[in-house]
């Protein structure tokens, strides 16, 4: 849907309120939140949207007068944010929900979907999501946790990767532990793929995590041929970007883990400002974490497109806690990790 046609049309709009920045990191009391919806502000007598949109962020003022949305430990002294809590062009802010935008069948119909594990998954259609998003350079990112591992999924990931489906991967120390103890040792939690326990194989993912300490690096391990295939190998080998967030119980953790909690959400902000889609499979604290900063929009020639994100996991819980922590555009497909990504890539290959 075109800019022009959501812009609002408000008599005599009122020009935004800012406040200012006392101390770093710190909004003032009255700012505007932002919200997962399309938000314009009047500023400057016309109706602004706001660079890098998420939810849960301040409306800062750029140079130039541009607006963009940052976090709030980003603020700085000085710096101007929009202040207001009304959303109806009263005080310059005005919020469109995508979800009441067309009709079911448009392209703001992938964001009707109740969740359910009885409700029939239409792959044909997602498959048909992933195609639009990919095309024009779009880059759709991936939150995997370790089910993908231990389910049988390295095979259905490394092909999407080798066929560009993957822009950006996320994840926990573990995705990237047991997938590199699967290529090492053909193990995940020392089980074999016919699910009998290797001889020390509780061993093999600490063994696997040192060996790759030693190397420095993911990258440097695949370099020096310790790592010959998998999901992280296929990401090194064709230069698709990963950020392993760590958590308090990881073992290591691998060198690439990112253990810093704000460093770590920087890293992953990277992608998700020009993510066109998003995919989570079995992992709610990663999900929820990329789902709040994914945007629910992107803005492409000036045609807002909504950005889906398909929510991957054996129960409802998973897809219910995005919805509630405001991912409102996620897709809920209820199914095991493994079931989901051969379907999926079973689909995709027939028109690749």
């Known amino acids: 849907m075109r800019i022009a046609e959501l812009e609002p049309r408000i008599n005599h709009p009122a020009e935004v309120h800012l406040a200012t920045v006392v101390r770093n990191g710190c909004f003032p009391p009255k700012s505007y939140l932002t919200t997962n919806q399309v938000e314009f502000f009047y500023r400057d007598g ?38 207001g809590s009304t959303e109806d062009g009263s005080e310059g802010i ?20 109740e969740i359910s594990r009885e409700r029939r998954v239409d792959y044909p259609h997602l498959a048909s999501v992933l195609r ?12 995997l946790g370790p089910a993908v591992v231990h389910s049988g999924g390295i095979e259905s990931v490394e092909w999407l990767i080798q066929n560009g489906y993957v822009g950006a991967l996320f994840g926990g120390n573990a995705i990237g532990v047991h997938d590199i103890e699967h290529a090492m040792f053909g193990t995940s939690l020392g089980l074999q793929d016919n699910l009998v326990p290797a001889k020390n194989g509780h061993r093999n993912h600490l ?12 990258k440097k391990a695949v370099e020096a041929g310790l790592i010959t295939h998998g999901i992280m190998f296929e990401c090194i080998r064709n230069n698709v970007p990963f950020v ?85 555009q996620a897709y809920p497909v209820i199914t095991n990790a493994s079931n989901f990504l051969s379907l999926i890539v079973n689909e995709l290959a027939k028109k690749n």
């Not at 063994?207 to 993911?218: D, K, P, T, W, Y």
């Not at 460093?263 to 889609?277: F, G, L, Y």
């Open 46 to 83: 016309e109706w602004q949207l706001p660079l890098q949109p998420r939810m849960d962020g301040l409306v800062r003022t750029e140079q130039g007068e541009r607006l963009k949305v940052v976090e709030m430990n980003k603020l700085k002294e000085g710096e101007n944010v929009i202040e």
């Open 94 to 113: 005005y919020v469109i929900n995508l979800k009441k935008v067309g009709d079911n069948g448009g392209q703001f119909g992938f964001m009707q979907s």
């Open 132 to 143: 639009n998003s990919k095309k024009d350079n779009g880059k759709i990112v991936w939150v």
């Open 207 to 218: 063994e696997a995590i040192n060996l790759v300490r030693e190397c420095g690096s993911i």
């Open 244 to 328: 392993l967030a760590g958590s308090i119980r990881d073992d290591g953790p691998l060198p690439d883990t990112i253990t810093d909690n704000v460093e770590a959400q920087n890293a992953m902000r990277v992608h998700t400002i020009d993510a066109s889609a998003a995919v989570m499979i079995a992992t709610v604290l990663h999900s929820v974490a990329a789902g709040n900063m994914t945007p629910s929009y992107r803005v492409v020639n000036d045609d807002i497109q909504p950005i889906p994100i398909i929510s991957v996991d054996t129960s409802e819980f998973a897809s219910t806690k995005l919805v509630d922590r405001g991912s409102g």
